[in-house]
């Protein structure tokens, strides 16, 4: 897409999408097919995901089958290069701006791990402590605190510590690292930075120079102690839609320094507890459900926020049925209830009115309970050793074992 495309579509009226902010046109859902055209990403089609099957021995994972893992940039290209026997990493991330993850920051991470399972492949997880700290305002030493509180949530998803190297900015970048920051660097004017982010002058310089650290975790010489003389191994990166800028601007600088072009595989965003209007907002707590969220705090939050499809008397429910286009409990339980047959039968009754609101509204109470609580217990079992062990820069021999 042409600097100026890229202008176009920023200044939108209708929705914004930026790695900053997300928000549709009030009263509207955020328009993924739209998104897709102005990205100039592709729509992840059902052939994909069934060589995914073939490929791997196993069943999709439910955000796979269920189209929250929609579009993608060479996503063909990375399976068949599995195919011929060439293996490849993965890269994800984090920006540390909050004590506490909600249930859509888990999502990259929940699927990160099914991919780093399923393909036997390594990670590397990058926490943009710096990124937040110009963003946010926070200082250097509570974004690095956040940092690590943080990494301790993204180990208790259950990530292989034989496969995965989990960095901070502050910590890591330098050496070869910041060689590719600096080639980067010189491949994109300020124009470009500004038809693609939407920079304006009043951002200070800080910002402008951030997006090569975002960049350079999908070239592997960034990683020499991972990935000595594999300069041409593939990357693929999953995340949320919103970061596709980072990476429309990485793919195209690779080839121009000899990289290739990273992989990406990308999600739709989790909705906010009030509707789809946007990404949830962490100044707001009732709008998200907490991994440190207690039992009661969730049935609380779910019974008196979460937005309902459902007729607003008994008697038109039960004639009209919900309208489960803009029912938030059943999407939360397309995205966590594993068991497809259970999920179409509450969408099927639901609409129907035979089931009620206060039913579906128990049943992801349920769901989100068990979620959140075995989460609890995980991260509460990760120490600080262990964060230090995620965190070294080691060696990983097994890693495409």
């Not at 042409?2 to 009030?26: L, M, R």
């Not at 004590?99 to 888990?106: N, V």
């Not at 995340?239 to 080839?255: H, K, L």
């Not at 039960?318 to 999920?343: H, T």
Request: with cysteine; glycine share 6%.
């Amino acid at each position: 897409m042409s600097a100026k495309a890229e202008e176009n579509a920023a200044g939108d009226e209708q929705q914004v999408v930026t790695p900053w902010e997300v928000a549709a046109k009030p009263g509207a859902k955020i328009d993924y097919d739209k998104l897709i055209d102005q990205f100039g990403c592709q729509r992840l089609e059902q052939n994909l995901i069934d060589r995914v099957q073939r490929l791997t021995g196993r069943p999709p994972h439910v955000f796979l089958r269920r189209g929250v893992f929609f579009a993608h940039r060479d996503f063909e290209e990375i399976l068949s290069a599995y195919e011929r026997g060439d293996k490849f990493y993965l890269y994800t991330g984090r920006g540390p701006s909050s004590e506490a993850l909600h249930l859509g920051h888990l999502v990259p991470f929940m699927f990160t791990r099914y991919l780093q399972e399923a393909f036997k492949v390594p990670l590397v997880i990058q926490l943009t402590d710096d990124e937040k700290c110009m963003w946010k305002n926070l200082s250097v030493e509570e974004s690095q605190r956040l940092a690590r509180e943080n990494a301790k949530d993204i180990i208790a998803c259950g990530f292989d510590i034989t496969k995965t190297f989990i960095f901070s900015d502050f910590d890591y970048v330098g050496g070869s690292f910041y060689k590719n920051m600096v080639k980067v660097a010189k491949c994109v004017t300020y124009n470009k930075v500004v038809g693609i982010f939407g920079f304006t002058g009043e951002d200070h310089i800080g910002k402008i120079s951030f997006p090569p650290v975002q960049a350079v975790p999908s070239f592997p010489s960034s990683f020499p102690h991972l990935f000595p003389g594999k300069d041409h191994l593939r990357c693929l990166i999953p995340c949320a839609i919103d970061q596709d800028p980072y990476f429309r601007m990485t793919r195209d600088v690779a080839p121009r320094i000899g990289y290739q072009k990273p992989a990406l595989i990308e999600s739709s965003f989790f909705p906010a507890l009030q509707g789809e209007t946007g990404k949830m907002s962490a100044s707001d707590p009732n709008s998200a459900i907490y991994v440190t969220d207690s039992a009661k705090t969730i049935k609380n939050k779910i019974n008196k926020y979460a937005f309902s499809g459902g007729q607003d008397s008994l008697e038109k429910h039960r004639q009209y049925g919900a309208n489960l286009e803009v029912d938030i409990p059943v999407k939360y339980l397309s995205f966590f209830l594993e068991d497809d047959e259970e999920l179409e039968h509450i969408k099927k009754e639901y609409s129907a009115g035979r089931m009620l609101t206060g039913e579906v509204k128990k049943r992801l109470a349920d769901v989100l309970t068990e979620l959140v609580e075995r989460h609890q217990a995980a991260r509460a079992a990760v120490t600080n050793e262990m964060v230090d062990a995620f965190m070294a820069v080691r060696p990983l021999p097994h890693m495409f074992n």
